[in-house]
């Protein structure tokens, strides 16, 4: 049964009102270190991380785990069958030139080097470089 909108308001205006006894705040963190060291110690948080793991392991049935081990041997099948296999590399790149590239050179007539300071220079400048 959910409760209504107006038992919810009368509720928490009843323990707005409420006080803990005199002395609870000051007692709580030793009260609770005493509980937890009645319960199996103050240990290490990893061993009782392990044996809680290890408990809801053993209250499993076997039924549930030849369903899971099913159930993972269906999913790595999935991936096996979906995934593309990778093909040789031999079929996909070209194969290799064995023979030497040589590029072709243009063959020129030799230019004189006085030639070339003078290339580009219009008429005037060359006669006036003469020294």
Not at 10 to 37: C, I, N, S, T, W
Not at 56 to 84: D, K, N, T
């Given at each position: ?7 919810v308001s ?86 290799a030139i ?34």
């Amino acid at each position: 049964m959910k409760p209504t909108e107006q038992q919810v308001s009368d509720l928490l205006a009843l323990k707005r009102h409420e006080r803990p006894p005199e002395g609870y705040m000051e007692d709580f963190l030793r009260e609770y270190h005493q509980r937890r060291v009645a319960d199996g110690g103050r240990g290490d948080q990893g061993s009782t991380w392990w044996k809680r793991l290890a408990s809801w392991f053993s209250e499993q049935g076997m039924s549930r785990w030849a369903y899971g081990a099913g159930l993972a041997y269906a999913a790595m099948v999935a991936i096996v069958l979906v995934v593309p296999r990778h093909q040789a590399t031999e079929s996909i790149a070209p194969e290799a030139i064995s023979h030497p590239v040589v590029a072709p050179i243009p063959e020129r007539a030799p230019v004189a080097p006085e030639a070339l300071d003078e290339k580009g220079k219009p008429e005037e400048e060359k006669a006036e470089q003469e020294f």
